[in-house]
């Protein structure tokens, strides 16, 4: 089993910056990719950002050059660098594990973009 524990969500104004990260622990065989997904209030969960092992990444279209991706593989840590955030950025923010064995979610952590 593995698990994944989220932090650094929040309240930011329309322009600031926020840095979740997604440790994970427990039985971890090999993780393949580490990523992040966000669900807003009547929205599907949409893929944000993931990267793989070997650190290529892939971003979806409405983050690209504000968000990163960066990835600590001693630590098992991923975390998403958000900058120039917009209130349509606004939703929890979800952080997913693939490995070889299963894929895994946190929990969750709500990031609320508002003035």
């Known amino acids: 089993q593995v698990q994944l524990v989220e932090s650094g969500g929040g309240l930011v104004q329309p322009g600031g910056s926020l840095t979740l990260s997604c440790a994970a622990s427990g039985n971890i065989l090999r993780i393949f990719t580490m990523g992040w997904y966000r669900q807003a209030p009547g929205n599907q969960r949409e893929l944000v950002a993931v990267?793989?092992?070997?650190?290529?990444?892939n971003y979806a279209d409405s983050v690209k050059g504000r968000f990163t991706i960066p990835r600590d593989n001693a630590k098992n840590t991923v975390y998403l660098q958000m900058k120039s955030l917009k209130p349509e950025d606004t939703a929890v923010y979800y952080c997913n594990v693939l490995t070889v064995m299963a894929q895994y979610w946190g929990q969750g952590t709500q990031v609320t973009v508002s003035s």
């Open positions: 990267i793989t092992a070997g650190g290529s990444t």
